[in-house]
């Protein structure tokens, strides 16, 4: 049987228009307000790149990129743009998720030829704490990552 706070709850949310359902005295969100996110959510148009080269340690190592500041909690994976500069062909920039360890399962933006610049987008699932793995050389004269978006 309802209560009256569930009755009045219920009425608000049927007024705003926020379609839900009501089992042993849990209000569950169907649609609107509250309602779970499911699938790819855009994240606009940032104002500016999220990390540079002051932010990511050029070294040649894996070190941890922390999104969580970015991408909300249940994210699965992330769609990041990437630009490297290298001066040399094959370096650049690579990304892994989390916690792998294994050099075929990653992915990598690295200059096509000496001197050059890469553009890239790619996408790379995340761990519960929304951090992935990166690895940048030191001969590498930029490195910028962005995050376009995310799954849920």
Known sequence: MLNRRACIIGAILTFLGIKYTFAHNTFKFTEGLGAPVHGYVDRGDPAAVDFDQDDLTLDGNWHDLDLSAIVPFGAKAVNLH???????????????????????????????????????????????????????????????????????
């Open 82 to 152: 990437m630009d490297v500069s290298d001066t040399h062909r094959g370096h650049g920039l690579e990304l892994r998720k989390n916690g792998n360890v294994n050099e075929a399962v990653h992915l990598v933006c690295l200059a096509p030829i000496n001197n050059s610049d890469s553009h890239c987008i790619s996408v790379i699932a995340c761990d519960r704490s929304r951090r992935l793995e990166y690895r940048v050389v030191t001969s590498a004269d930029s490195a910028i990552i962005t995050v376009n978006g995310w799954w849920m």
